[in-house]
């Protein structure tokens, strides 16, 4: 199986590494906005093509997956890669992916290409657990934490603030939170009770500390709904202490069984990750398989997880499933 990557920053470098691990793939190529030459890849002898290529190149590849564009980027590319390849994309703005997926799904269809769009841990495994658990328990409450982790989105906007150099953002999940809904209680939290939010932040020299601190704290659909500390560090300290990619988080279905609902079950799902570029990557070429075959048996258009079954994802035979992990 032929794996091409669109884009090759932190998540593009993952997909690299994850294809390594897999037997069952190899990488095809790699596209480019960049000058081709300044792109070093860890495999050696893959072609390197700018983005105006893909054309030309769309035999070469198997399944696209997309990994150049932000949240902003991916509804213009995904609909266009889909008319030259198999694409899979993680697009993670919850809000707007049915109408990403309607404007994937036709292009997909148009022309005869398969596509699984918001694709990773958040949309992806967590909105798995969160089916499987609505399922099972249909008398209940969902509950979806974060963290702690760095939220790179809310990192961007730390580093849009006048007068800020670099900075950093951690998620964190409140624990008397965590703590009450393990327990059963199926809680009604707010968006404050729920998270917090830790910034460490590196300030221009001569900037006002005090100013900056304001404008994080009030920021809207980023700071202001949350109890958020804004730690001023050192260039040095925020390379030394800060500078990985950490995440995680949790999942739970609380709810009742039994005649009179007299029991109380809690499903719990969660994720502890030194790099979360690194397991989207794999989560992502999981899918990609996936739906290579999916596309062999004829299927095309748009799909999310919801649409894919587990045996899919797996390199091994229904046979060894059945007797290894059944």
């Not at 070469?60 to 590319?77: F, H, N, R, W, Y």
């Not at 609505?134 to 906007?157: E, M, R």
């Amino acid at each position: 199986m032929k794996i091409g990557i669109l884009g090759y920053g932190n998540l593009g470098k993952g997909v690299e590494c994850a294809i390594k691990n897999n037997p069952d793939m190899e990488l095809a190529c790699v596209f480019t906005r960049r000058d081709p030459s300044s792109v070093k890849l860890l495999t050696q002898g893959v072609p390197v093509y700018n983005v105006s290529e893909v054309e030309k190149h769309k035999s070469e590849v198997d399944v696209l997956v997309i990994c150049g564009g932000s949240a902003t980027d991916l509804p213009k590319q995904t609909p266009e890669y889909a008319k030259y390849f198999n694409v899979i994309d993680s697009f993670d703005t919850h809000a707007n992916i049915p109408l990403h997926f309607s404007n994937v799904d036709k292009a997909a269809k148009d022309n005869g290409h398969i596509a699984l769009i918001s694709c990773g841990w958040d949309p992806g495994m967590f909105s798995l657990m969160r089916l499987y658990g609505n399922c099972i328990l249909p008398d209940g409450n969902d509950y979806t934490f974060w963290g702690k982790g760095v939220s790179q989105g809310h990192s961007d906007a730390i580093r849009r603030v006048p007068g800020v150099k670099d900075g950093k953002q951690y998620t964190i999940p409140v624990q008397s939170a965590l703590d009450a809904v393990r327990a059963g209680k199926n809680p009604e939290l707010s968006t404050r009770q729920k998270h917090t939010r830790e910034c460490f932040v590196v300030a221009e020299e001569g900037a006002d500390k005090a100013k900056i601190e304001k404008e994080i704290k009030e920021m809207p659909n980023y700071f202001a709904d949350y109890d958020t500390t804004v730690h001023f560090i050192t260039e040095e300290e925020l390379k030394k202490n800060h500078s990985g990619i950490p995440h995680g988080g949790f999942v739970f279905r609380s709810g009742k069984t039994g005649w009179d609902k007299e029991y109380n079950n809690v499903i719990e799902y969660s994720l502890k990750l030194d790099s979360n570029p690194a397991f989207t990557s794999s989560v992502l070429i999981a899918y990609a398989r996936a739906i290579f075959r999916m596309h062999k048996e004829g299927q095309n258009g748009c799909k999310t997880v919801f649409d894919v079954a587990p045996a899919y994802l797996s390199p091994l035979s229904g046979e060894e499933l059945r007797a290894h992990m059944l």
